[in-house]
């Protein structure tokens, strides 16, 4: 059976419609899938996140540890400050992705809901002497879009939220982070229960749009954002997914988790995870077989844009594949082109 998260009764009385979710039980939508996406990238839209995983590391070797397991670097990091980064296995594949927080005492990471029990069980596998890991249960919002900041502070007792982008503040028992999973402004807030179940209800009476996983997977890809298990996965590294941003190489003798097997590949990777748009009818879905200028590719992940009106995607090519390309849908060479994403941020549409 699924797991509910505590905001489940909340979700039915908002009309969502629930379904099964990296074995959790969520909502697709309250109604409307577009009007939801609409809502966050003109107004403000709300996600539950609490199927997602928190974890709270701290002790003398929680940042040792951190810097084994990531391959971001967490040394870098001010208190409050957030990260984005990629535990990686021995080969350099990716074992998950997430975020990580420096807090005055440890820090805090947030992985996926699909893969909590792989990677609270790594985590252990992997653990030093002196430290501590211990997940933590809470809700957790997302509140998102150009007007999801007014929103919050309207339906708290907040007077003002001037956290940059990735940081982080706390208010009480809250963790608010500057972060988010659409290509708009907002905030992640990690609270305790009762009061999750409170500012669910206050966000509403704030006129804040209840947002499910159909909404969060458009807006999502429109900003160019991995989803961990189809656009990259144990398989593929992350310098061949579009986050080899987040790899810090120095200082060279840091010896993260899959370095050395990352080294191989590094100067010349043979794939690129990049953008797609469809310019014919049809629909871009996981999976579809690409073929390039130089080779084939994959869509890995793929749906209709509500912002671009039109069919958009991600898909993994030959790292010298560019311009023109055709997706094979169920049969049919359709024409479609390869773009730099993100399609959207911050409501403005960057592909022609």
């Given amino acids: 059976m699924a797991d509910k998260t505590p905001l489940f009764d909340a979700h039915v009385a908002a009309g969502g419609k629930m379904v099964d979710f990296a074995g959790w039980m969520m909502p697709v939508n309250y109604g409307s899938q577009i009007d939801e996406h609409i809502a966050v990238r003109t107004n403000a839209g709300m996600f539950d996140v609490s199927h997602m995983t928190i974890v709270d590391i701290d002790g003398p070797d929680a940042e040792a540890f951190l810097r084994k397991v990531i391959a971001n670097d967490v040394a870098v990091l001010a208190e409050y400050q957030a990260l984005y980064g990629a535990a990686l296995n021995a080969h350099g594949g990716v074992l998950d992705d997430l975020i990580v927080y420096r807090l005055p005492k440890g820090y805090r990471c947030v992985v996926n809901a699909a893969t909590r029990e792989k990677m609270l069980d790594w985590f252990e596998a992997q653990a030093l002497t002196n430290m501590r890991?211990?997940?933590?249960?809470?809700?957790?919002?997302?509140?998102?879009?150009?007007?999801?900041?007014?929103?919050?502070?309207?339906a708290t007792d907040l007077t003002e939220l001037s956290i940059k982008p990735f940081f982080a503040a706390a208010h009480g028992d809250w963790l608010i982070g500057r972060t988010g999973y659409t290509g708009e402004d907002g905030v992640e807030v990690m609270l305790p229960v009762a009061q999750g179940l409170g500012?669910?209800?206050?966000?509403?009476?704030?006129?804040?749009?209840?947002?499910?996983?159909?909404?969060?997977?458009?807006?999502?890809?429109?900003?160019?954002?991995?989803?961990?298990?189809?656009?990259?996965?144990?398989?593929?590294?992350?310098?061949?997914?579009?986050?080899?941003?987040?790899v810090a190489w120095e200082p060279a003798e840091r010896g993260f988790i899959g370095r050395y097997a990352l080294q191989g590949e590094r100067s010349a990777p043979a794939h690129k995870l990049t953008g797609i748009i469809l310019e014919e009818k049809g629909v871009l879905r996981h999976d579809q077989p690409v073929q390039t200028d130089i080779g084939p590719g994959l869509v890995t992940s793929g749906s209709y844009s509500p912002t671009l009106q039109r069919s958009i995607g991600l898909a993994r090519v030959p790292s010298g594949a560019s311009g023109e390309c055709s997706v094979d849908i169920r049969g049919t060479m359709k024409k479609a082109r390869l773009v730099k994403p993100p399609f959207v941020r911050k409501g403005k549409i960057l592909v022609n």
């Avoid at 900003?223 to 961990?228: M, R």
């Fill in 199 to 246: 500012l669910w209800q206050a966000l509403l009476e704030a006129g804040v749009q209840p947002a499910g996983l159909g909404a969060r997977d458009t807006l999502r890809l429109e900003a160019g954002l991995n989803l961990y298990g189809q656009d990259m996965d144990e398989t593929t590294s992350p310098l061949i997914s579009n986050i080899g941003w987040t």
């Fill in 133 to 154: 890991i211990e997940h933590k249960p809470q809700i957790m919002l997302a509140v998102q879009g150009p007007e999801a900041i007014a929103k919050l502070i309207a």
